[in-house]
């Protein structure tokens, strides 16, 4: 089974930076992974994505800011996210979701972790609050 536990968020003001972490356990190798993020009343936005070769994606309000790695050795995700705003603030989780051919990781995380029953995992999650 695969777990997720995030860490590193905390309160900012806007410009500042913050890196979230989120250690991995259990076999991830067909999975895609990422981080999604969840404001009070809001939708789950996917934030960014990487593919099982590799491949990172981002969503258009993160892009040139957010920065998705994996280090495999140490079995850790990491989101490093820089000239943080306001509208940034949110529950940001790591998750594995299935990945699907033709898709970006990015996309096929944002539809998993809206479906009623999802396929993939995640973690408890982080807040992270910008303020102005």
């Known amino acids: 089974r695969v777990q997720l536990v995030e860490s590193g968020g905390g309160s900012v003001q806007a410009g500042g930076s913050l890196r979230l972490s989120c250690a991995v356990s259990?076999?991830?190798?067909?999975?895609?992974v990422g981080w999604f993020r969840q404001a009070p009343g809001k939708e789950r936005e996917g934030v960014a994505g990487?593919?099982?070769?590799?491949?990172?994606s981002y969503a258009d309000s993160v892009k040139g800011r957010f920065t998705v790695s994996l280090d495999n050795a140490k079995s850790t995700l990491y989101l490093e996210m820089n000239s943080l705003m306001p509208e940034d603030t949110a529950m940001y989780y790591c998750?594995?979701?299935?990945?699907?051919?033709?898709?970006?990781?990015?996309?096929?995380?944002?539809?998993?972790?809206?479906?009623?029953?999802?396929?993939?995992?995640w973690g408890q999650g982080t807040q992270v609050t910008v303020s102005s």
């Open positions: 990487i593919d099982s070769d590799g491949t990172t």
């Open positions: 998750a594995a979701v299935p990945c699907r051919v033709g898709i970006t990781a990015l996309q096929a995380l944002t539809e998993d972790v809206r479906l009623t029953i999802p396929w993939g995992y």
């Open positions: 259990g076999n991830i190798n067909s999975y895609c």
